[in-house]
Each structure stands twice: as C-alpha cells, then as structure tokens.
C-alpha cells in the first residue's frame, strides 16, 4: 500500500460512491484533522468507515466535491504512465468515431480524468482544468499529452469560474507553442473558425456537432434563424445543406467576425446575415414585425449557473421558448437548447413546452438529444449529462 493519506467515509454515508460514482461529498467524509491539514488537490486513498477500498483520488477541503477518484486501486500512481494510459484509450475511442482530428479528447470524469477538459482543433489542444488536484497534475498531463499527439500548441484555459470555487486564480497561457487568436475548426465537412485563446469556454463547441448536422439536414430551400449563433455553428451547416437564407444573432462581436469569415470560407456569405443584438430583444423585435422562418434555432449561454438559479433560469427557457415560437413559421421547426447541467431534462421540456403553449401553437417534440459521443458521460454522475437539445414540429 502507498503511503499516501486514507480518508474514511462517515457511517451510512456515500451511498453514491459505494455504487460506483466518483464524487464524494464534504458532509459524506470524515474530516480528521490530518483531512483538514491536507493542501488543496492533494492525492489520497479512500476507504469506507468498514475498510472497503474506493480507490485514489484528490481532496480539496474547501470544495462541495471533496473527492474527486481517479481509479478503483488505492495503490496507483498518478503519473505521466497513468496519463498516458487513459489518453491512449480517449484517443482510440475518438479516432473511431472521427476521421480528422477536430473533437473533444478529454471529457473529465466521462474519460476517467476529473477537472480536466480537452478540445482538439487540428494542431492545437486547448486545455481546461477546473480543479485543484488536476492543477497540481499539470506536468505529467501535459508530457502524456505530448508523448500522445504532439500538438504544435497547447492553450492552457484556465479561467473558468469553477476554479475559483477551488480557491485557483484564473489564467491564460501557452504550455507549448503559441496562443493563435484563430484556428481553423472542420466538422461534418464545414468549415469554421474559432479562437482558443479568448473565445468562449475552449473556442468551439464541439458538444453540438450532431444537433447542428440534424438540424442542417432539414434547411434545404428553408429560411433560418440562428438565435445565439456565436461563431455560427449551426448558421453555417444549414447554409451550406442548401437554406434559402440565414439570419443569426449574437451579441459577441468578435465571435461574429469568425462566423462571417466562415461563412465566406463555405461560400454561403451571400445567404448569411449575421446581426449583433441582444438575442431576447431582437426576438420582440421580429415578431412585432411579423417576421417568421422556417427553421429557428435558440442555443443559449447557460441560464441556469448553479442551483439557486434554477428558478429564475427556468422561467428564462419558458420565456425563449415563447419567443422563438412566435417567429417560426407554420409547418416550421424549432430546435431550443441548454447546457444548464443544474437544469434537469424533464424540467427543461416541460419549460419549453410551456413557452411555446403560450403562443397557441400545436407543437410535438420529434427530437431530444445531448451532446456528441465524444462528450462520454460517466454512467453514475447524471450530472456530466449537462447539454439538453429539443427539436420541436410546430403547426
């Protein structure tokens, strides 16, 4: 056995980890005072108050998730071998999916690495860590992530607001390479353009890459609206599937900018009207103005942060959902979407469903869906389950 710290589940706690989740909670561990004297993201073994082995993981006193569990052996070693072992599986797993290397390589707890994001476009890999035990990791990771695709750049995207929760400041730096302000991005044969260095989140989205090519398969000789496009995602897949036009909206000015450079790039520029504006606003707008389209799209910012938020968010989605009905054609689709991880799936249908009563229209739900398969969901953490997409048949 290693001599790493051992942490005890309290008596009749950790009902989820005793089934095979690896989160534990700060009420379900017993906090000695060897537990309170550990530093943020410290290695450790866990057991149950009978001795059952958990397996390691890292502890952080100040966070909710208290342990975060790499592996079921209490004994193993957290370096650049066990990366490069669990990098080799994820890797395996996307290039059977995936033909060219534009994908997500790491989804935290679904590839067995928590707190640690990996989005690769082409050469570069931007990196998101959000914990404090993942920060301490940082040099094996990132030797087992060179020994394993030998990016020419990698973005560390530390700058999310779950860090903060962790008690880690925010940055923005190359660990290898450059910090490119652009980078071409291909998916479902589109082309796009992001921007790993300051975009949101990694720059891209690639968690819709299956929502944005079903959606596209239904806009040939169809009027589109893109609500919150971003860089245009899904504004671009449907003009280049052959919409009659596209308009979309986005309040980010510079993720406008990469969209119509990509719509250029696909030669769709000329179908593709893309407008800064307050999504909620310019919605109001339109239906005062009678305009109507035959495919609409809303794919929000998160509405729902953290579970305080869940009602206020909730009556968000019900509001967007009103909205974007209200400017869908008879006959037309409407794709409403969240990646609200505290907004549970059943509550999220029924808010839409809601919405788009409100405007006296029929409407059946012929599509719900998640994110793409290189977003693996842990099968006891729900929670990773966070991105929800509905596409609805409206009268």
Same mark, same amino acid.
């Given at each position: ?114 707190? &640690? ?202 509001? &967007? ?75």
């Amino acid at each position: 056995m290693t001599s790493r710290p051992l942490l005890r589940l309290k008596p009749r706690e950790g009902r989820r980890a005793r089934a095979g989740a690896p989160w534990m909670f700060s009420n379900e561990i017993e906090m000695s005072n060897v537990a309170k004297a550990l530093p943020p993201g410290s290695l450790v073994s866990v057991a149950g108050d009978d001795g059952r082995p958990y397996g390691t993981g890292y502890f952080n006193l100040k966070s909710l998730i208290s342990v975060r569990l790499f592996d079921g052996a209490q004994d193993d070693e957290i370096d650049v071998a066990f990366f490069a072992k669990r990098l080799k599986r994820a890797l395996a797993l996307r290039e059977a999916l995936y033909a060219e290397p534009y994908y997500r390589l790491v989804h935290a707890e679904g590839d067995g690495l928590p707190g &640690l994001s990996i989005d690769r476009l082409g050469n570069t890999s931007v990196v998101q860590v959000t914990t404090a035990g993942m920060e301490a990791l940082l040099e094996p990771m990132l030797e087992a992530l060179d020994a394993a695709i030998a990016p020419a750049n990698v973005i560390l995207r530390a700058d999310t607001p779950a860090r903060a929760l962790e008690g880690l400041p925010s940055y923005v730096r190359a660990a290898k390479g450059e910090t490119p302000s652009r980078v071409g991005v291909l998916e479902n044969g589109t082309r796009y353009f992001a921007d790993p260095a300051s975009g949101q989140k990694t720059g891209w989205y690639y968690d819709q890459r299956d929502n944005r090519a079903f959606m596209a398969s239904l806009a040939k000789g169809k009027s589109v609206l893109d609500a919150y496009c971003y860089t245009g995602g899904f504004a671009i897949a449907a003009a280049g599937a052959g919409a009659s036009e596209v308009s979309a909206l986005d309040s980010s000015a510079p993720a406008l900018a990469l969209a119509e450079e990509a719509a250029a790039a696909n030669g769709v520029e000329r179908i593709c009207n893309f407008v800064k504006a307050d999504v909620f606003e310019d919605l109001e707008r339109l239906a005062g103005a009678g305009e109507k389209f035959d495919i609409v799209i809303a794919d929000p910012p998160p509405f729902v942060k953290a579970r305080k938020d869940l009602e206020p968010g909730a009556k968000a989605y019900r509001k &967007l959902a009103r909205l974007a009905a209200g400017v869908t054609a008879p006959g037309g689709f409407l794709c409403l979407c969240s990646c609200s991880h505290n907004m549970p799936m059943e509550r999220f249908v029924n808010e839409c469903a809601i919405g788009i009563i409100r405007t006296d229209r029929r409407a059946t739900l012929i599509r719900q869906a998640g994110a793409g398969p290189d977003h693996p969901v842990h099968p006891m953490l729900p929670e990773t389950a966070y991105l929800k997409t509905l596409v609805f048949a409206l009268d």
